[in-house]
């Protein structure tokens, strides 16, 4: 069973990002001659779609364990679940950048540098918070800042399995309020704590309280759901405007001014679950986004290349400047989609599927003992 409007908002969160950087390269491609800079001004905070992943994975983690709370084994599944979910495209995206950096660093600018630091490339692989040579807490691949927060969460996470559903939460709650306030209390933390102390951290419990209020029987009827998902885009719209130029997101108005409206668009998600079945009941755009949903960790890794690439294209085939802005960055955006369709179906599934199997082979076999016996040709199936 899935939640069909959760899966939609992941698509959502994942295009937000494109669109971010997808403007960003447009300003680059104005810098290079195709015309002029697109205005600052925007209607939402595109980078907000960090926030509304952050609330959904809090979500879907508590939503999804019901069978492990309490369970023999289950933080041990929980982590090997999560493992074989997040690291495998990870770690072959961060190789690939990898690679790119060593044969041409000219094309990765200060990232680049991060080749005298190996023991800040090694952290990044295993979602370790290091700061590189400038200071900056970012490993290798930029995007995997967020995916050590996801780490460090399901660590979290983990240890409350064992509490049962409401005592997970609770734990969350402690543990996550607690470091925060250190956090903004105590100067000086080492580079970890610094970094897991930051008050994004909240956007997790917020989606594990919808998880936990879903689970207790919370269902909100239509028109409420409207009326939050008005109230979510109100809020995003807002901080738009309120959290411009640099570092006007830090701290702990970013959770309040965009993980609070990010967490009401979740609770707006929150309808009946369907059969994964029903997919192909809905109507095609309804079906497409789902499915975008579904690829949405694959959109977010490897869309950078995807804008890059065609950024490039559109500039060396002289089209940038007849499609500059919106025509430019239609076409970024949609090779970034068509890049990531692709990379779920051929490269992140198998991997998914076969990391869990190495890491937790008997779900592998319970799955093969669930799987329906094919009937010969010829003979009624009863």
């Keep these: 069973m899935i939640l069909f409007e959760v899966q939609i908002l992941r698509a959502a969160a994942a295009l937000m990002v494109v669109w971010h950087h997808a403007r960003h390269e447009a300003g680059l491609m104005a810098a290079r001659g195709a015309g002029p800079a697109l205005d600052p001004g925007t209607a939402l905070p595109w980078w907000g779609g960090v926030d509304l992943f952050f609330v959904i994975s809090g979500f879907v983690i508590v939503h999804a364990s019901k069978n492990l709370f309490g369970a023999p084994g289950g933080r041990a599944r929980f982590l090997a679940h999560r493992a074989a979910r997040v690291v495998p495209l990870y770690w072959l995206v961060s190789l690939v950048f990898l690679a790119v950096a060593v044969v041409r660093p000219d094309l990765l600018g200060d990232a680049a540098a991060l080749l005298r630091a190996p023991g800040t490339i090694l952290a990044g692989f295993l979602f370790w918070p290091a700061a590189r040579p400038d200071g900056t807490i970012q490993p290798l691949y930029g995007l995997g800042w967020t995916l050590n927060y996801e780490a460090f969460f399901y660590g979290l996470f983990a240890i409350g399995l064992g509490f049962g559903r409401r005592g997970a939460v609770a734990w969350l709650a402690l543990a996550l309020v607690t470091l925060v306030t250190v956090g903004l209390l105590v100067p000086g933390l080492p580079v970890p704590i610094r970094f897991w102390a930051d008050p994004i951290v909240l956007e997790f419990l917020l989606g594990a309280g919808l998880a936990l209020a879903y689970r207790e029987g919370f269902r909100p009827s239509g028109t409420l759901r409207l009326g939050l998902a008005f109230a979510g885009l109100v809020g995003l719209a807002l901080a738009a405007r309120l959290l411009v130029g640099e570092g006007a997101g830090d701290g702990v108005l970013r959770p309040l001014l ?20 029903q997919v192909a009941a809905v109507p095609a755009p309804v079906r497409a986004l789902v499915v975008l949903g579904d690829a949405s960790y ?13 950024r490039e294209v559109l500039v060396r085939l002289g089209l940038a400047p007849a499609l500059h802005p919106w025509g430019g960055l239609a076409v970024m955006v949609a090779a970034s989609v068509v890049a990531a369709l692709l990379v779920h179906r051929f490269v992140e599934r198998p991997l998914t599927r076969w990391a869990r199997a190495v890491l937790d082979p008997r779900d592998a076999q319970n799955r093969v003992r669930a799987a329906p016996t094919p009937v010969p040709p010829g003979r009624r199936a009863d």
């Design 298 to 310: 694959a959109l977010y890794l490897v869309h950078p290349f995807a804008l890059r690439l065609g």
């Design 258 to 277: 965009v993980g609070v409206p990010a967490c009401l668009l979740v609770a707006a998600a929150l309808g009946p679950e369907r059969a994964a079945a």
